[in-house]
């Protein structure tokens, strides 16, 4: 007889919402919804990647950067170093190029179990390199927001990546390529405040926590904020939003603003479109 022991713990997840027990694999066709309550789970960079670009397109950027802790802050380079093991991530945002329905896109993709996706030089740096190699190959940039803010054991460096990654945008845009976010649950801190809201198309998932400050930094500073303000809706109904959306038509969404913006119609089904915005085809680098 099966005991409860040899049932492997990934078996089930929980939804933290409704709290019904949900079959993994079957909660993976539904690409992480709760398809009682609608809540969406947090996804890995993995995940992400999974449900948005076309199979066996994606080739990673910039995985190599080192590890860097520039203020000696204690523990921090282990801390970082444990990340790494555990999530076999280099750091806290994935970023390359792939393809969505055939268009070439370049990707950025944060990953919150990595020092909780927050912003350091690396992930700055990525991210300004991702924009600048959009800029060379003539790209659209699609970036996917998870974060818990500027990564405070590298103080004053990890703000500096505000008006960098905001400045590489910037660049993206003089360029006439366009940016899309997706911010997803939870978005916060300095992220917010760069590359996250600057998206020409701002999209964000249904349910997903938002805001400069966190919940608990609200609470110390007994400010009276009405209820739900953190969060994608009430940011979309104050017009901060474009799109608010439900995981299951943001694949979808995506593909056909890339169209739009190549002023081309979609493809039929099955015929995949080739080649970047102009329809010339590229390569990397
Ligand atoms: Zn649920």
Redo the contacts with the bound molecule.
């Keep these: 007889m099966t005991s409860v022991e040899d049932i492997p713990p990934d078996l089930w997840e929980e939804?933290p919402?409704?709290h019904?027990l949900l079959y993994a694999r079957a909660l993976e066709k539904e690409l992480w919804v709760?398809p009682?309550?609608g809540?969406h789970f947090r996804l890995n960079a993995a995940q992400r990647l999974q449900i948005t670009v076309d199979e066996g397109s994606f080739t990673p950027w910039d995985a190599d950067l080192p590890l860097v802790d520039p203020l000696g802050f204690p523990d921090y380079y282990q801390k970082a170093q444990k990340a790494r093991e555990k999530t076999g991530l280099d750091e806290g945002v994935v970023t390359g190029r792939g393809a969505l329905d055939g268009i070439a896109v370049g990707l950025g993709i944060m990953d919150l179990a990595f020092i909780g996706g927050s912003m350091g030089w690396v992930v700055g740096e990525k991210i300004t390199r991702l924009m600048e190699r959009c800029r060379e190959q003539a790209l659209p940039a699609v970036m996917f927001c998870a974060s818990g803010g500027a990564r405070m054991q590298e103080s004053l460096i990890a703000l500096m990546q505000m008006p960098k990654t905001s400045g590489a945008v910037g660049k993206l845009g003089e360029a006439g390529l366009p940016y899309v976010t997706v911010l997803t649950d939870p978005t916060y801190g300095g992220v917010t405040a760069s590359y996250a809201f600057l998206g020409d198309v701002i999209i964000a998932e249904v349910g997903a926590a938002m805001g400069f400050a966190g919940p608990r930094v609200v609470e110390v500073t007994n400010l009276n904020l009405p209820p739900h303000v953190q969060t994608a809706e009430f940011h979309y109904e104050h017009g901060m939003i474009d799109i608010l959306i439900n995981r299951k038509q943001l694949q979808e969404t995506l593909q056909t603003l890339l169209y739009w913006f190549a002023g081309r119609p979609r493809q039929p089904d099955g015929e995949a479109g080739s080649g970047n915005l102009l329809g010339e085809a590229t390569t990397d680098e």
């Design positions: 939804c919402r409704c019904q709760c009682k309550c809540y």
